[in-house]
Structures are given as C-alpha cells and as structure tokens.
C-alpha cells in the first residue's frame, strides 16, 4: 500500500518537474523539497500587502512592491481629502474586499468608494509558468456610483517600487506629453530574474477629461504620466506621502503660469510630471472620466508565454470557476443557510480571510533586559514592572519573515498569536498546505527559550499603525497557545483518513498541492517531525515561565505543579490572555492562578499528545499523558467553585488563604471552550445552564462575554465585559457539537442550545454584515450591532465552518449524528 503510493508519488514528480526517478522509500527529503518548492513557487505572489486597498507583493524579503492608489479630482480639495492607499476605518467605505479569493489563483476584489462615489473592481489573477514562480495580472474597472457625475473624473495611480537589490526602469521612448497606449516597466533582482509590468491604456471606450485651458495641450489627459524616483528603500512603504509630494511642484509651476485666476480644471493640475527613467519607484498615473478599465501585467522572464489581457480575461473565468467549484465541495453552506444570500456572504468571509494574508519582514521591538521585576514575585508586582518597562530601552531584533492571516486590514494588519489558530480553522479546511505554512512560519519566530511574540510588528510600516505605548514586545509574556489547537485538528484529520493518497492518481498539481500532507503520510510524519523540537520548546516555556504556585499557599490539589499564571497583568488588564479587561481577582497578587491558562494547557497538552503518538513517541507520549491527567484534575481540584458552581480564578487573601475569584462569563467556563470538560462530567451542567440562562451568557445574539448578573458587566472599556466574541462563541458551539454527539445525560441539552446558537451567531453576523457592509470584531449583545473594529475578517470568518456544521435539528434525537 504504502509503496504504492510512493510510487504515484514519485511518477507524479518526475512528470511534473523531469525530476531523477525517486525510488519508493529511499528518498523522502527529496520529495520534501520539491513540494516545498512547487509550494514555494504557487504562493509566491499574492495582495500581500493586505493593508493596503491593494498591493501586491512577493514571498520574498525586500523585493518589488506594487500597488494602487486613487482619488476623484473633481475639485482643489477632493485630493488631499479623497487619497486612498492604505484601508482606513475613517474613509467611509461602504464595504469592501475580496468577493472570492483563493490564494493558489487569485479573485476579485470589490470596493464601494463613497468618498469618490466610485466603486472599483479589482480582479487579481495568478499565471504560473517557470522558474520564477510564474506572472500575474491585474484587472482595474471603475463605474462612478449612482450619486456621481456622470463625468466625474478619476485619477488611478499604479506604482511599483524595489525595497531591496535589483533594477526597474520604464522602458517607453520618453514623450514630453506623456505616454499613449501601454506604458512598460522592466527590472531584475536577484531572486525573481527578469521580468516586466506592462500597464495598459485599456479599451477604446475608456473616456478621459477634455477642456479648453491652454494646459491640455502640452500635458493632454488621455495620456499617461509616469514619474521615476530614487527615494531610499526603508521609505518606499510611504508611497501616499511621497507621491502627493510630487504633485506640489507642479500646482506651484501652474499657478506661476497661469495665475490663481486662471487655473487648469482639477484633473490637469493635478498631473505628476512625465519624468519617466530609472528609479527605486515608479508613479504611472491615469487620469479618467467616467467608467474606465485598464490591466496590470507583470510577466515574469523565466515564464514560456507573457502574461496579457487575453490571458487575464481567461484566468479571471477559470478563477471563479474553481472557487466556486471547490466552495461547493468545501464550505457550502448547510440548512438553514443553503441559500444564495448565505452563499455570497459565505465566499466573502472565506475570501477576505485567505484575501488577508499577509508577508511581513522586519525587526520587532523587544525589551530584553530581563529587569528582576519581571519575576512579578513580589506584591505590588505591577507598579514594579511598570517602572522596570519605564527605564528599559528595547532593540529591534534581528529581521524576520512572517506570512499569516490578519484580523482585519484597517486596523490591525499584522500578526496575532492567539488570532491565528483561530483563523486557521476555517483555513485548514480549504488549504491544509497553506496552513502548514503559516503555522512553520510562526514557529520559526521562537527564540531559543520557546517564546514567541504574541503581537508581530515586524519593520516600520507595520509599526506605524500600532500605537507607540503598544510596539514592544515581552520575552516573559504569553498568549493562549492557539496553535496547539490547528495542530490538533491537522493530526485529527491526519489519522482518521480512511485511504490516504487516493487522489493521487490525477497528474494535477495545482489542486493536489493543497493537501500534499494529508495525502501522503510521510511527507505528514516529515513536517511534524520538522516542527516537534519547536512545538516542546514553546510547550515548556509556557511550563516555565508561566507556573503557579500552589505549594506556598498549602493548596489541595491532584499535582503541586500544574497551575499557571498570566505574567504581565495590571490592575485591570491581563492582556498576555487575550481577554483584556475581563475581571480578575483583585488586587492582582503574585499567588494567583489563571483558570483560562490551564485550561489552554490543557488543550495543548492533548495535542502535543497527539501529535507524540503520530510520530510514534512513546515515552513522550507517556509523559504528555501524566500532564494531561494532572491538568485535568487540577482544574477542579484548584477552580471548580461548589458555591459559584463555576469555574474560576485563585488568588490568595488577606490571611494569606487560597480563596476564588469568580466572574461568570468566557473565563470561568474555559474549561469546556478547550475541552477539558467531558460528556459525563458533574461539572457540565451548572455549565450548560450558565450558558443557557438569559440572565447570564445567552442572548439572542450570541454567548456574552460577561454575565449579565455580574456586578462589572458592562463596566469600565467594556470590551471583554458583555460583547458578544465569534471565536469564543465558536469554541462554546464545538464543544456543544461534541456533548450532543456522544452518549451523555445532557446530550439533548445540549443539541438544542448547539442548534439555536449556531442560528442565532451564523444570522446576526450575516445581518449585520448585510446593513453595514463589514464583519465586525464584536457584537452588542442586546441590539446584535457590530462594534469597535470594522472590516473584522479575521476570527469573525468563522462564521464560515459554523455554517458548515452539521444541522442538528433535522430529525432530533431519532437518528446517530455523525460527523
Ligand atoms: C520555501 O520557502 C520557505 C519560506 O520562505 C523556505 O524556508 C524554504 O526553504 C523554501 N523551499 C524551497 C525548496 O525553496
């Protein structure tokens, strides 16, 4: 069987790459290179820059950048006014992102442009073909909204710039007019070879302003005007400002000319020079009025064929072909939302989740002075290790590369540790080989103790979107270890195969590469062993830097060593938890034990179980077993509140007692969001019913982060106080799903609460999604509205797998549900 498979997987890489015959066992690593590489080459290129409206740029460090910026030029002010680049909450955008994207193809992107009252459309197209990782094409279409002038005009800027080695220069025969018909740039760097970006003029019926100022003669507007700089690399991400500067010059040479009384219109003066040449950037600016459509080309040297418009129109078909194609294999969405209306919300969420991706590189701020006061052994601990922070200067570490889904491109573009493995749950399920990646790229952030930093704000660009109180990083602080989660879902899904390799027999590629690993065991063993040192590493961190004491204060307990403690709390924040402001004993004391972070290692405690057997670790194994029991145990013995009938947080008296402190809401039941409370546990129903009552966690619109009937709901920033979490309500829903598909005294408690909660978040996310055009970071959880952060699109894509679990309504309790 398994030389076999082998065997079709050797024959399928001597087809694809002319590769040397690998014989059936001999030679894994060789097959490990070259998916990896054939991996390496489809995700080469992607809109990873996501923080933009759009730019695109390569898996590789300081390479080409390129992207799009545009404004109305209706009037003196619209453009300073009016600019877009970067996504912005204040722009009044009335929805936009990726309609479908897959990040193997591409897709489209759609924006609703109110400020302009223009929407565009923008089709992102993969070819692959060479050495090189193959080309691409971009596809530009704007139609003025319903509101607009019918002759509004538009400026679109196109720009490419080099942030690291390499050359690009414009290749047209300079025109002191400006540019008619394509405008080409051609470059070189080392790691991509040659290639070349052609920007068309677009159709015949593109239509452009027409007046009778004396300017339109020399510079008419149905040209083209490009502008070369040498701006220093580190610079270039500060495209929007280095552009405008370069308008300024030429409004001061028409105002010398002509006098402020007799000014060209808007669109002519705010023409950028044809300047065209060498340079670190190029600004090729169009000037349109009314709908207009133009591409993008980028061909890669090595690549047989160049890319062109016939070929963009063609991919942008079979694009949205095999989304749609494999969204219905994937995510179609089960009853009740087997509709079109569900459908298109579905492919959305799904999209600006994979449309999100980003590639980052640079160094991040790290405070490594290791200051005593970060033991935070001492009372008053927090005022301490403020002062510590206060006086320490932190350093950029060395740079570093990061490729990983975002929460949401306005507002926090770049990566979040504990965002992640929720992000990827959904991932997982359309692109198990993407996900792979993403989750060795995180690791490979971990320093030599095991930690890794739970915000990443790699380089300057990313660091100006992060307020600066925000922008270093703690070598001492934690955050829930959410990718033991994914992990645990990929090793699932690994050993519950029933053949493994049976699609092998297509000589298809570009489909098989997303789930290579699932379909051939020893490429599957072959990652987990290349990532299980990092994976105990970062596990033994946690146990050695985040421990609590349970012996000083003569605790009862199963085990004197499975206990833990958040570090870097404040009075009322314990951010390294990811539930910010959720209450927490008070005072904050250094003998206090965090029911949350248990319960997060108790989950990544099973999975690194898991994931020791599948590689056949049995000792290890073993070991992870005696935790996992221990852990198990100690969330009772050391959380479990007779009188609270809830789980909740230890801290330590006065009188120098181990006492609880309790506050009903997502802490106090996490250890059922990780599992760890079982179908037959006396614990499960003060939970069921904690969840279920109105009075606390349910509403109509999702599970409350805080009990209503606790004295600080609603209180203070509010943020983890009442609103209503997609990611937490999602562990709530699966762990439902779990007690209502296995024997159990509260099975049809749970069924019921599972099917009204999965109606009941899958709806309000949809309504809201509807009436404002965006997914939201949370829900009020009296009137449904999203709040805080707009364009969610990260853990809020859950919605998409919750659509997708299995209706349990249908023939209640007659029949075995499985999955
Ligand atoms: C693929 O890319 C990753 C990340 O950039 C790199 O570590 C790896 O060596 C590449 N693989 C090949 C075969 O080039």
């Not at 279409?141 to 002759?151: L, M």
């Not at 990092?534 to 004491?549: A, E, I, M, V």
């Not at 609103?723 to 007690?739: A, E, G, R, T």
Request: hydrophobic share 35%; with cysteine; glycine share 8%.
């Amino acid at each position: 069987m398994h030389y076999e498979l082998n065997l079709s997987f050797a024959l399928l890489f001597f087809c694809l790459f002319g590769a040397s015959y690998v014989s059936a066992s001999d030679d894994v690593s060789t097959l490990i290179k070259e998916v990896s590489k054939a991996s390496n080459e489809s995700l080469l290129w992607g809109p990873y820059k996501s923080n933009l409206y759009f730019g695109v740029h390569p898996r590789i460090p300081k390479s080409l950048v390129a992207g799009l910026m545009w404004t109305r030029v209706d009037s003196f002010s619209t453009v300073q006014e009016n600019f877009r680049h970067t996504c912005e909450q204040s722009e009044g955008m009335a929805g936009y992102g990726w309609d479908e994207y897959d990040i193997r193809n591409g897709g489209r992107q759609t924006i609703h442009d109110t400020g302009n009252t223009l929407d565009i459309t923008i089709d992102f197209i993969k070819v692959p073909g060479g050495a090189h990782g193959g080309g691409w094409g971009v596809r530009v279409k704007g139609v003025p909204r319903e509101d607009a002038h019918v002759e509004q005009p538009t400026m679109m800027v196109f720009y490419a710039g080099l942030e690291g080695l390499g050359t690009v220069q414009v290749q047209n025969e300079l025109d002191p007019l400006g540019h008619e018909g394509d405008v080409r740039l051609a470059g070189e760097t080392p790691e991509l070879g040659s290639f070349a970006i052609d920007v068309t003029a677009g159709p015949p019926s593109n239509q452009h302003p027409l007046h009778n100022h004396p300017s339109y003669a020399e510079k008419p507007l149905d040209r083209t005007f490009v502008t070369s700089l040498e701006i220093p690399a580190e610079n270039i991400w500060q495209t929007k400002a280095i552009f405008l500067s370069q308008l300024k010059p030429e409004v001061d040479a028409y105002v010398a000319k002509y006098g402020t009384d007799n000014l060209p219109p808007p669109p002519q003066i705010f023409t950028i020079a044809n300047n065209p040449g060498e340079g670190s950037i190029h600004f090729v600016q169009k000037m349109f009025q009314g709908e207009f459509e133009f591409d993008i080309l980028f061909s890669s040297g090595s690549s047989p064929q160049p890319v062109t418009s016939e070929s963009v129109t063609e991919g942008i078909k079979s694009a949205t072909k095999s989304f749609s194609d494999r969204f219905e294999k994937v995510f179609a969405p089960l009853a009740p939302f087997n509709t079109p209306e569900y459908v298109k919300f579905s492919k959305s969420m799904l999209s600006n989740l994979v449309g999100g991706i980003g590639y980052f590189y640079g160094g991040g701020l790290v405070d490594r002075t290791g200051a005593p006061e970060y033991e935070e052994q001492d009372e008053g601990f927090w005022e301490d290790t403020a002062e510590a922070r206060a006086r320490a200067t932190p350093f950029p570490e060395e740079e570093r590369e990061l490729f990983t889904c975002i929460p949401s491109r306005p507002f926090f573009p770049r990566g979040f540790l504990w965002d992640e493995g929720f992000h990827l749950i959904p991932v997982i399920d359309w692109d198990i080989d993407l996900t792979l990646d993403i989750v060795k790229s995180w690791l490979n952030l971990m320093d030599d103790d095991g930690w890794i930093a739970r915000e990443q704000i790699l380089g300057l660009e990313a660091r100006s979107k992060v307020p600066p109180d925000f922008t270093v990083q703690y070598p001492h602080y934690a955050n829930p270890p959410t990718l033991f989660l994914i992990l645990e879902v990929f090793v699932n899904k690994l050993n519950s195969q029933a053949t493994p390799g049976g699609d092998w027999h297509q000589q298809d590629l570009g489909e098989n590469i997303r789930s290579v690993h699932l379909q051939n065991r020893e490429l599957a063993i072959a990652y987990l062993r290349s990532i299980y040192p990092l994976l105990k590493r970062h596990y033994f961190w946690f146990k050695d830097t985040q421990w609590g004491d349970v012996k000083t204060y003569d605790r009862k307990a199963f085990s004197t060593k499975e206990a833990y403690r958040w570090r870097g709390r404040d009075v009322q924040h314990i951010l390294t938890s990811g539930l910010d402001d959720y209450p927490r004993p008070q005072p904050p004391h250094p003998g206090e034990l965090h029911v949350d972070l248990i319960s997060w290692m108790g989950m990544a405690t099973r999975s690194m179980r898991g994931i020791a057997e599948t590689l056949g670790e049995k000792e290890d194994a073993e070991e992870f077993e005696a935790y996992e029991t221990a852990i198990a145990r100690n969330i009772d013995d050391l959380h479990w509140d007779d009188k609270a009938q809830t789980y909740c947080d230890a801290t330590v008296d006065d009188y120098e007692e181990s006492v609880h402190s309790c506050h009903s809401g997502y802490i106090s039941i996490s250890p059922f969001l990780t599992g760890m409370v079982g179908p037959e546990s006396p614990r499960l129903k003060p939970i069921l019913n904690l969840i279920s009552n109105r009075d606390e966690l349910w509403s109509d619109y999702g599970i409350r982060s805080l009990s209503k009937g606790d004295e600080l709901y609603g209180t203070g920033e509010n943020y983890w106080r009442s609103p209503i979490w997609i990611n937490i309500n999602y562990l709530v829903l699966k762990n439902l799903y779990d007690i209502a598909t296995a024997p159990g005294p509260h099975r049809d408690q749970a069924r019921k609460m599972y099917s009204d909660l999965r109606k009941n978040l899958v709806n309000n996310v949809f309504n809201e999604w509807k009436k404002t055009g965006f997914a939201w970071e949370q829900y009020n959880p009296e009137t449904g509205g999203g709040q805080r952060t707009q364009h969610f699109t990260g853990w809020t894509s859950l919605v998409v797998k919750i659509m997708v679990m299995p209706d349990l309504t249908v023939g209640k309790g007659s029949h075995h549900d499985e999955l």
